[in-house]
Antibody
Framework: QVQLQESGPGLVKPSETLSLTCVVS?????????WGWIRQPPGKGLEWIGSIYHTGSTYYNSSLKSRVTISVDTSKNQFSLKLSSVTAADTAVYYC????????????????WGQGTLVTVSS | QSVLTQPPSVSAAPGQKVTISCSGSSSNIGNNYVFWYQHLPGTAPKLLIYDNNKRPSGIPDRFSGSKSGTSATLGITGLQTGDEADYYC???????????FGGGTKLTVL
């Protein structure tokens, strides 16, 4: 059974960098898939942040692209999110997810999600 | 404001049917598969529909999806109180090279 688990600080100061990791169990991340990060600010809808292929190929939301880096560590079977220069607007529940298909298509639906982790940006 | 447009809310009585629309453009819905999620507070989104109209295993056939041109629709029949949730459409946008989500629709089962 494939499981994803987000981890990282729940509180980040404004202007600092938010860093989260998604540990994958039950599947080797080297096997494929475009692994994704999605967030939901309080009271708002889902927002896709970006996705990374096991080879390191990435796609990012253009509204966040200048501040986002997604990387993959196949040796630890995990992938990570870094969001720099955060503000209160980056306060959200952050999810990592795996799409349905093991393909080179970054647009496949996500069918396996982590439980989500709340990150609050505040001094 | 989302590129994909959904109604903010819909409501219907238990046992009735409801539809949720999702409107986009040729660069997204018009030329890519649409998917739908159900999102309950405090839980991870659940995939209800993928590839426009397919249901993952375990999703009851009360849930259905369709697409026509640059719009998609989620249908839910035999409404239950447990269906109260937020519903999101999504797709890939070929021009933006990005995954898009609709703004979400809150379903109330009266």
């Amino acid at each position: 059974q494939v499981q994803l688990q987000e981890s990282g600080p729940g509180l980040v100061k404004p202007s600092e960098t938010l860093s989260l990791t998604c540990v994958v169990s039950g599947y080797s991340i080297s096997g494929g898939y475009y692994w994704g990060w999605i967030r939901q600010p309080p009271g708002k809808g889902l927002e896709w942040i970006g996705s990374i292929y096991h080879t390191g190929s990435t796609y990012y939301n253009s509204s966040l692209k200048s501040r986002v880096t997604i990387s993959v560590d196949t040796s630890k079977n995990q992938f990570s999110l870094k969001l720099s220069s955060v503000t209160a607007a980056d306060t959200a529940v952050y999810y990592c997810a795996r799409p349905q298909y093991d393909s080179s298509d970054p647009g496949d639906a996500f069918d396996i999600w982590g439980q989500g982790t709340l990150v609050t940006v505040s001094s | 404001q989302s590129v994909l447009t959904q109604p903010p809310s819909v409501s219907a009585a238990p046992g009735q049917k409801v539809t949720i629309s999702c409107s986009g453009s040729s660069s997204n819905i018009g030329n890519n598969y649409v998917f739908w999620y159900q999102h309950l507070p405090g839980t991870a989104p659940k995939l209800l529909i993928y590839d426009n109209n397919k249901r993952p295993s375990g999703i009851p056939d009360r849930f259905s999806g369709s697409k026509s041109g640059t719009s998609a629709t989620l249908g839910i029949t035999g409404l239950q109180t447990g269906d109260e949730a937020d519903y999101y459409c999504g797709t890939w946008d070929s021009s933006l090279s990005a995954v898009l989500f609709g703004g979400g629709t809150k379903l109330t089962v009266l």
